[in-house]
Structure formats: structure tokens, C-alpha cells
């Protein structure tokens, strides 16, 4: 870890060298900042990197810090914002003969049989429902991504809890994406597929990788950033 002053701030951040010729920064959903580097780069090219980005960077955080309050600390009761494919929906949630969840005209409606303010039970019964969508919108967009390679042996897709990643891949077999990503919108699903599908070919963030995927997804770097400001960067 290195630390990073500038101003009245000072930030900790991973440094990572890499056979690369430009310098990147990221800044994941729990606030860790990661910069990668040519392997030859000295302090002083960082640090002038950073201070160049320090206005992003705070934004990033300030951006991160306020996603995380509106994404994971929910009380699950009516008036409440749920992100679903990148668009807010109004959560309500309401007496029913059974429970079922569904989606109209920007509400997430809840229908239990259990008290409107058992928190538990409202969130259980939204959280089936988002596994349900993602397992279904992850496999339909993976099938469509994958459709633009030629590859020989198809990789398999996996939903998995990540921390600091919205995909990876596995030796030449494996694709996963995190369930998370539900609430990104469609084209940051498609994006994050396709990167991780050129890493099938391609390990590092190199040139020919950088070819390939512009090949297969023209313009990505718009969606990368929409995705960034949803709330993470990618590995």
C-alpha cells in the first residue's frame, strides 16, 4: 500500500507494475483505490498522475459512499429506491393472499401475506426475485455476447459474490459475473461479458486485448464509464 497526499486530503491506495505504457486508476464500491503502472514508472510520474486525478477521484468516493447507503442499507419498506437494469423503481409494498413480486410503470411491487413492515420477509421475497432475473438476464445476454467470438470450446457462465470485481474468468472454460450486476443496465452487462470473454484470449490488459475489444464491443470505454459511476471499475 502507498499513500497519496494532496492538500488537506491523503488517500492509501494498492500500486500495481505491469507491462504497460500508460497508467490507470480505479476505485472499487468499498472505497479501495487501485493504480496500475508501467513497470518502470517512478513516484514522481505517479504522483503527478494522481494529483491530475484527484478531482475524479474524489468524486469517485464521494459517488461510492452514497451508492453504497442506496444500494445495501435498505430497510425494504415502501418509498424506498431499488436500482433494477440501471433505472430507479419505487418499492411498495403492500397485503396480498400470497406473495409475489412484480414490476409496473417504475414500482417494484410487493405483495406479502406477512405485516407491510416485516423488513426480513420483504427482503427475502425481493432478493428471490432478483436471483430469478439475474440467473434469466445474465444467461440471455452471455449467449448473445458469445455469439460474437469463434470460439471453439464454450465457456461456461457462473453467478458469484464479488467484492471488488463485476466479472472474471477461469482458465478457458469459465465466466463469472457478479449478481450485483443486475442493477447495472443492459449494455454494462453486455460490456462486462465481452471483457471478460477477450480475456479467454488475451490475459493481460494489453494491446491485443485493447484490438479485440474494440473489435467486439466498439465504443466500450462510454459504457465502462457509465458502469464506473454506477459503482465500481473493473480489474
Known sequence: MKKFNFGTFAYEYE???????ILSLTVTPDLKIIVKCPKLADNERIENFLRKKWFWLEKQLSFFRKYQKKIYEKEYISG???LYLGKQYKLIVKKGEYDFVSVTQGKLN??????????????????????????????DRFIEMLSRFNY?????????????????????D???LNPKLIHASKDCIDYVIVHELC?????DHNTKFRHLLNEKYPKWERVKEKLELLGAGLH
Do not use: A
Not at 15 to 21: E, N, P, R, V, W
Not at 110 to 130: A, E, G, H, R
Not at 158 to 171: A, P, T, V
Open 110 to 139: 410487493v405483495c406479502t401475506t406477512k405485516p407491510l413492515s416485516d423488513s426480513s420477509t420483504n427482503k427475502k421475497l425481493i432478493d428471490m426475485w432478483f436471483q430469478d432475473k439475474t440467473n434469466i438476464i445474465f444467461q
Open 80 to 82: 424506498e429506491g431499488l
Open 174 to 176: 469459465k465466466i463469472f
Open 152 to 172: 471453439k470450446n464454450r465457456p461456461k457462465l457462473y453467478i458469484r459474490e464479488m467484492k471488488r470485481r463485476w466479472g472474471s474468468f477461469l482458465n478457458q
Open 199 to 203: 480475456h479467454l484470449k488475451y490475459k
Open 15 to 21: 500500486l500495481i507494475k505491469q507491462d504497460s505504457k
